[in-house]
């Protein structure tokens, strides 16, 4: 303790203290620090899908995320690999007895349609997808995108919630937990399972986890409305009115014996909703009122039911976008139906596989895109289009299907924000890992934040002594695909 009575080395000392205050002031200010303090959505338990001001100024209101279950392939559909081509039926250099996921991998096998250059950016995109493939224009792909799981539970858990393991928040939930809706009739996170079921992990992909629950997402879709929303035909509309004035006042009544109530107040709110959404979501479900021309669009009444189904749940994620729903989730492929048959898991028979899945998928979901363009929505929605992780390069030893590729796929996004025609990063030759401008599912995340007017560093919930975020302590924004 001496030296701090020595008067030169306590005046230095305090010098040099005073100037890491300093410091730490100027870097707080510009934004450099880290541990900056969290931006806590201030919330009123009795309207918590009230709309809240973004961060800093927007370029997105809304998300539409379309995601893949299954693992669709890259290498078949967005990115092109002229050496696939040429080295057809060959071992992949340098990869030895390569063994992945499911066991052993073969040679190179050639995308199974061929590709051709798209719209005036001349984008090479394979035959899979032809409708899809119209619009390349439109379309931002990020070709090296990375996830840190080979097993679809964890990696859907992955692009779904930011974490391997179970028990996080949606991105639809954290996106609904800091803005609020701009409708109040209507859940602010709607999610649209496929008609035959729903991905691996269920309804994790809209678990509002530790978030308050106001925020989980609600699942529904066009051939399954949300049930229980129906009055019972014995109950006038006379009746019904009535008792719902009656509760009211009650609800009123209790609130004011017990002020500060925030639970209260929440389940109240709950109930509201609840009853505000018998009349509302049974309109979104009603496609009735749609024209010809916009059903045939979609695929509506095709005769294959799956794609009839799907295209239905298209056109009802267009009308809760329209009416301002924040955040919309639509899945295509379900586990239900076991390994690669009703999903992109193409292990097997992955040329029989895709023929039955990509007619499902392509159609509906360009009517979608081109439905939300022609009306002017892509201003204010931004569109991400994502699956859990790639495939391989090569088929699997003794089988006719790529394995489970996480070291490199693509994703892609369209909308408000993003440049249009871009392509970020790239895979290797043979597109089996990324090498350049390598990407996250965190750095995903991010942007989506970014682009919503987000800080994807300072948007965090104290839980459990830690204050969590969607992108955990990852994550940077892809800012050379911001417009």
Known sequence: MNHLLHRRQFLGQSVSGLSSLALASLLRDDGLLANEAPLRPQIDPARPYAPRPAHFAPRAKQVLMIFCSGALSHVDTWDYKPELFKRHNQPMPGAGNLITFQGEQGNLIKPIRDFKPRGQSGKMISDLLPNLAELADDMCFIHSMTAKSNTHGPAENQMGTGFILDGFPSCGAWVSYALGSENQNLPAFVAIPDPRGVPQIG??????????????????????????????????????????????????????????????????????????????????????????????????????????GFAKNCLMARRLLEQGVRFVQLFNGSYAMGEGVGNWD????????????????????????????????????????????????????????????????????????????????????????????????YDLHATLLHLLGLNHERLSFYNNGIERRLTDVHGHVLKDIVA
């Open 346 to 441: 193409g292990h097997k028979t992955i040329h029989q596989q895709y023929a039955v899945h990509a007619p499902i998928l392509d159609q509906p979901c360009a009517a979608l895109l081109r439905d939300l363009k022609a009306r002017g929505m892509l201003r204010d929605t931004l569109v991400a289009f994502v699956t859990e992780f790639g495939r391989m390069p090569t088929f699997q030893k003794g089988a006719n299907g790529r394995d489970h590729n996480p070291k490199g796929f693509t994703v892609w996004l369209m909308g408000a924000g993003v440049k249009p025609a871009t392509s970020h990063g790239a895979t290797d030759e043979f597109g089996y890992q990324a090498v350049e401008k390598v990407s996250t599912i």
């Open 203 to 308: 309804p994790r992909h809209w678990s509002s986890a530790f978030l308050p629950a106001a925020f989980q997402g609600t699942a529904f879709n066009a051939q399954k409305p949300i049930p229980n929303l129906a009055t019972p035909a014995q109950f006038s509309p006379a009746a019904e009115q009535a008792t719902r004035d009656l509760l009211r006042r009650l609800n009123d009544a209790h609130l004011e014996r017990n002020p500060g109530d925030s639970d209260l107040a929440a389940r109240i709110s709950a109930y509201e909703l609840a009853a505000r959404m018998q009349l509302a979501a049974a309109e979104i479900s009603d496609l009735r009122g749609e024209s010809a021309a916009t059903r045939t669009l979609y695929g509506t009444e095709d005769s294959n039911s799956n794609k009839a």
